[in-house]
């Protein structure tokens, strides 16, 4: 019998940039605990309220609670630099961070990172993945080929011979394949230790900090990083990231069992965008994605650049709900949509003139999909006011509920603007 605990987590079910940040706030209101399971500083999530946007990367989209617990789990990779900066600057901005806690397995993101990340995007040449360059791939390479260094072993007696040698492991794929510049032992030793003097007091073990909460009852709300069809195994690969960023890595990557997570809510938007390069069935580059892109807002919230735009993919987020683990859905921005006269859902791919209906595991393949449209018509009225399922004019209703027929998931609730209060439940969280 399934223990019924309160822990909740949201993940991207799209290609990331869903309004994850926003979701996981709202629930962070009533949650007493808000854990980053994956992922480094290249997630940036942005969160409004009050009248006033706040953006976070690593630090979790809880921390604008003073109640809740914020955790940076063992999964993560964590760049104690940028930590730090985004602390500051949180703390600038009048909210406490002593309620943040860093995970002691964590591993650590080195300029090196950042540096191979840049030089091997430049190698790839036509081939380029689109990284944010923030050493995220590159971290997670050492870590699986165990050159990665932890946060727990900075205070191990012999850190500092541990950290000579992988200063030196790494100069040497830095000078001698990419002709890059070398890094000075005594700088990154002395750098390093003046970011985790700031932080050591916020070190735990966080799966021990995780389970207790949930053992005790306690709403543990698990906050993922870019979106299902980024997922390492399960997203477009190679244009994907770095870790498995579905629900499935949230019991891995805040170290507790599977059998603790009891709901996985995928966040959407009521359209797909997508950053940088790979297959997307459904984008469109008309002045239909032109006014979309401009009424979202669609700009990445690290780079600024542009996102690609597209109809909404049922294909996709079928497959997104059958890898990733997810229950219910909750759709964001569903506003954006309000001046279309007549809006497309993609219900399947044709490929080389057969019908499929899950994408294929080749982005090659996928690249040569062409979407099988149904199209509703648009409600091209202003729902930013509406506080409930039944305010919303009829056409809007319609393409809600047959996104929910297509894909086989209820909605947990919908958002018609970037506010805590334009967030409507349909229901309860555990319900």
């Not at 914020?70 to 406490?96: C, H, P, Q, S």
């Not at 993919?313 to 001046?339: S, W």
């Not at 690249?367 to 039944?390: H, M, N």
Request: negative net charge.
């Amino acid at each position: 019998m399934k223990n019924n605990f309160k822990s909740l987590v949201v993940v991207g079910s799209q290609w990331g940039d869903e309004g994850k940040g926003k979701i996981t706030d709202y629930f962070a209101q009533k949650a007493e605990m808000v854990v980053r399971f994956a992922g480094g500083d290249n997630a940036g999530h942005m969160i409004e309220f009050g009248g006033a946007r706040h953006k976070v990367t690593i630090v979790p989209s809880g921390i604008f609670n003073r109640h809740v617990k914020n955790v940076i789990g063992n999964g993560t990779v964590v760049n104690l630099t940028n930590l730090v900066a985004e602390m500051k600057k949180i703390n600038e901005a009048g909210v406490d961070t002593s309620n943040l806690f860093v995970s002691d397995r964590a591993h650590i993101i080195f300029d090196w990172h950042c540096q191979i990340d840049a030089l091997q995007e430049e190698s790839r040449k036509e081939r380029i993945i689109g990284t944010t360059k923030r050493g995220i791939g590159p971290t997670y390479a050492d870590k699986a080929s165990r050159y990665g260094i932890r946060i727990c072993d900075i205070e191990q007696p012999e850190f500092k011979d541990i950290l000579k040698e992988n200063v030196d492991y790494h100069n040497q794929i830095i000078t001698q394949l990419y002709n890059g510049t070398p890094y000075v032992f005594e700088e990154v030793y002395a750098k390093l230790m003046d970011n985790y003097n700031v932080i050591k007091n916020n070190i735990v073990d966080s799966g021990e900090m995780v389970a207790e909460a949930i053992e005790e009852n306690q709403f543990v709300l698990f906050e993922g990083a870019q979106g299902v069809l980024l997922d390492i195994d399960h997203g477009t690969y190679p244009y994907v990231t770095s870790s498995t960023c579905s629900a499935n890595n949230a019991s891995t990557g805040a170290g507790i069992h599977a059998k603790h997570i009891q709901k996985v809510v995928g966040i959407a938007k009521a359209y797909q965008t997508r950053v940088g390069f790979g297959g997307m069935p459904t984008e469109i580059i008309d002045e239909t994605a032109h006014r979309i892109r401009e009424r979202g807002r669609e700009y990445g919230s690290n780079s600024g650049k542009p996102r690609r735009i597209g109809y909404f993919d049922a294909v996709a987020m079928k497959y997104a709900i059958r890898v990733g683990g997810i229950d219910e859905l909750f759709l964001t921005l569903l506003d954006v949509l309000d001046t279309e006269k007549e809006i497309k859902i993609c219900t399947a791919y044709e490929l080389d003139g057969k019908c499929i209906k899950t994408m294929p595991a080749n982005d090659n393949d996928l690249k040569r999909c062409k979407p099988v449209y149904e199209t509703l018509p648009g409600w091209e009225q202003d729902i930013t006011k509406v506080t409930s399922f039944a305010e919303l004019p009829i056409n809007a209703q319609n393409y809600m509920n047959r996104i929910k027929e297509i894909v086989g998931a209820e909605f947990l609730g919908f958002s018609v603007g970037p506010d805590r209060k334009q967030t409507i439940m349909l229901k309860g969280e555990f319900e």
